[in-house]
């Protein structure tokens, strides 16, 4: 069960993930959460994960620009 919820994390960007470790929250509490929050409010906190999910790869990308291994040189 673990590999599963370790694959979906990877494939849905880890957005959940992310926020529990900046909040100090379980990420499954963050999870449960925002489905809350996504019926209550007629699906529009997935626009919000979205945003998050592309800053989130935007930073990685430029992580890895400014600090380019051995082998980029």
């Known amino acids: 069960m673990s590999k ?7 494939q849905i960007f880890g957005v959940c993930a992310k926020l529990g470790e900046k ?4 990420a499954s509490s963050v999870r449960l959460y925002f ?4 019926f209550m409010t007629f ?14 790869e ?5 992580r890895r620009h400014n600090s380019p291994t051995i082998w980029e040189l």
């Open 58 to 62: 935007l930073q990685k990308h430029w």
């Open 23 to 26: 909040l100090n929250f379980p």
């Open 4 to 10: 599963l919820r370790y694959f979906v994390e990877d």
């Open 35 to 38: 489905i809350y929050a996504t």
């Open 43 to 56: 699906g529009s906190p997935i626009i919000l994960y979205l945003v998050l999910a592309f800053w989130m």
